[in-house]
């Protein structure tokens, strides 16, 4: 049991490359979450999913994508990578029980924009 | 909606002394609440969880935290630091569609020895 992994862990892009990184969860979760890290803000919900098929806008959508064409699996695309992107990612899951359901972090995508 | 103020981007306590984090939430429903832990370079992990069952709430690793509705806070605390302890740490509330997590900005903590 795995729990949540993201793929890749640090990358470098120059400004208007393109990538996507991966997230995988092997705890048959409903609910997947991307969020982004910067210092001294937290955590901040780019995207989430209710469940295979579905997606949903977070707090700081622009310039990201997803899509969840599989329960274990989301992705997290940038189309056009700009240095405000410079961040670390992480996903998360939770069973899709009520408001007290725990969500399960992955280890996280170091991104740097040059 | 559903916000989190976390007072003190920056604790530093000897080892030994104890640990105080704080939080106070705003939130229009009976909120759930949770304290995350990160260590450098790793993802979050929970370290405890309010869900209405009891007002001190028991963690992983000595934590403890309690939720005092009169005062919209749900503050953390450990009677003696370790040094293991030095972490950043979050506080968050949940709510709002798709029971979405709301983060407070994070609270370094550092162990002095």
């Known amino acids: 049991n795995a729990g949540v992994t993201q793929t890749p862990k640090f990358r470098v892009l120059k400004t208007g490359q393109s990538m996507t990184l991966l997230c995988a969860q092997d705890?048959?979760?409903?609910?997947m979450y991307w969020y982004r890290q910067d210092p001294g803000m937290g955590l901040r919900l780019i995207h989430y999913?209710?469940?295979?098929?579905?997606?949903a806008k977070g707090e700081v959508p622009d310039g990201y994508n997803v899509s969840r064409l599989k329960k274990q699996n989301f992705l997290l695309g940038l189309e056009s990578a700009a240095p405000s992107q410079t961040s670390v990612y992480f996903c998360a899951s939770r069973a899709s029980g009520g408001y007290q359901e725990t969500q399960y972090f992955g280890p996280g995508t170091r991104l740097l924009v040059l | 909606a559903q916000s989190v103020t976390q007072l003190g981007s920056h604790v530093s306590v000897s080892e030994g002394a104890l640990v105080l984090l704080r939080c106070n939430y705003s939130?229009?429903?009976?909120?759930?609440l949770f304290w995350y832990v990160q260590y450098p370079n790793q993802g979050l992990q929970l370290l405890l969880k309010y869900t209405s069952a009891a007002t001190l709430v028991k963690g992983i690793n000595g934590f403890e935290a309690e939720f005092k509705k009169s005062e919209t806070s749900f503050h953390l605390t450990k009677p003696s630091a370790h040094m293991s302890d030095a972490a950043e740490y979050f506080c968050a509330v949940s709510g709002g569609g798709a029971q979405k997590l709301v983060f407070g900005q994070g609270t370094r903590l550092t162990i002095n020895p």
């Open positions: 939130s229009s429903v009976p909120p759930y």
């Open positions: 999913s209710v469940g295979e098929g579905t997606t």
């Open positions: 705890m048959n979760h409903e609910y």
